[in-house]
């Protein structure tokens, strides 16, 4: 099905952060969009005040008529959708022409210039930051973001005139291999998803193979220190970036009072006097991908400084909610041990002499028991654990992996504690924290508001 002979678009699973962004474009577009979730959320209630019409029961008579004609339907689902699914079933045995959300990108990447942001962490912060340098910039941008952008309000951002689309490129159920990008950051590679992959080897394969999909002319813009190979087309151009380290990299790097500023090194051109408007320590690596992208792509010097102080951060990631000279309190999304292991050095960098203790929830079965003695290692960087039953998502339980396999292996001497997820308020009320982390990608989050409110009632 082309574009153009789109009338309406039906998503089952609706309420995913990276399949609204979609449902947005469409609605954007004058498309009639409407879907499926399981339940309401923010997002889903915002969906729905944007124009969208969504249900939360697994019911085919609940489509609405103008999705009933397979001529003029496009139907996406996100793999997390079950095969069984009576909705998706409904589709697929009536004609209609059903696609991934990474299909749908895919096709975007083939009629826009993709500038795509793959990799198992950092992706969504470094593909937002990247976004809002484009969009303030002369270029400007359309975006399709893991996250919600706290400059924006939304994980979407729409242009009228620019050719450019920034892509978070998710490598969970092969996705990424739909794209075609003109340029690709590739941030990491420590493994995940083995439920899908099944080793390491299969994981490294399957960006190699990612590489060779970038357009010729383009560019692959990719962290020093990966274990991979890259295969790209000739006439590619392929630099390297870290901290560090790199064909762009840091230099002067200035952390204090509050404050984090460096000069910017390139081929390109340097740029001097960077200064971070969420300035956290990883943020300088993951600046340092986003402004080599939109550098390439005709970004000033000027852009690039302006971009990047005033760049707000992405919901959930690193996402302070309180920060002061008694309290500091903030919610973060890292959920594979790398991740928890860099939340970990960011906040030891940043809050060297206070005590910061980590309230933890793991995110799947099958991560926690490929994974857990690398959870062990990394959450053992922090003062304090606190760990919380497993998140199941779209899994059903393993016996024997539970949370204990974390906890058993923390380092000895280490303050820790297990709790239930619905004793977490509980819990808060009857400490005082100096630093508080609540990380993970499951629904701990939910607390997040209720648990900034004890805080700054013990403040009173």
Known sequence: MELKDIKSVYFIGAGGIGMSAIARYFLHKGLFVAGYDKTPSTLTRQLEKEGMTIHYEENVNLIPIECCQPETTLVVYTPAIPATHTELVYFQNNGFTIEKRAQVLGTLTRTHKGLCFAGTHGKTTTSTMCAHILHQSHLDCNAFLGGISKNYGTNYILSKKSDYVVIEADEFDRSFHWLRPWMSVITSTDPDHL??????????????????????????????????????????????????????????????????????????????????????????????????????????????????????????????????????????????????????????????????????????????????????????????????????????????????????????????????????????????????????????????????????????
């Open 195 to 460: 439920d899908i992959y099944g080793t390491k080897e299969a994981y490294l394969e399957s960006f190699r193979h990612y590489t060779e999909l970038i357009q010729e002319g383009g560019a692959l813009i990719i962290h020093k220190d990966l274990e991979m190979k890259q295969h790209v087309k000739e006439g590619v151009k392929v630099y390297d970036y870290s901290r560090n380290t790199g064909d762009f990299h840091a230099e002067n790097i200035r952390i204090e009072n509050g404050t984090i500023t460096f000069d910017f090194i390139s081929p390109v051109e340097n740029v001097k006097d960077i200064e971070l408007g969420q300035p956290i320590p990883i943020n300088i690596e993951n600046g340092i991908a986003a402004m080599a992208m939109a550098q390439l792509n005709g970004c000033t010097a000027e852009e690039l400084r302006k971009g990047m102080g005033t760049y707000a951060g992405v919901d959930r990631r690193f996402d302070f909610k309180i920060k002061n000279s008694r309290h500091v309190f903030l919610s973060d999304y890292g959920h594979h041990p790398k991740e928890i292991l860099q939340s970990a050095k960011s906040l030891k960098e940043l809050y060297g002499n206070r005590k910061v203790t980590v309230i933890f929830q793991p995110h799947l079965y099958t991560r926690t028991r490929d994974f857990y003695k690398e959870f062990a290692d990394a959450l053992s960087h922090f003062d304090e654990v606190i760990l919380t039953e497993i998140y199941p998502a779209r899994e059903e339980p393993i016996p024997g992996v539970t949370s204990s396999l974390i906890y058993d292996n923390l380092r000895k001497g280490i303050e820790k504690q297990m709790i239930k997820k619905d004793d977490v308020l509980d819990f808060v009320r009857s400490r005082d924290f100096d630093v508080l982390v609540v990380l993970g990608a499951g629904n701990l989050d939910n607390y997040v508001p209720q648990i900034t409110e004890i805080i700054q009632e013990k403040e009173k």
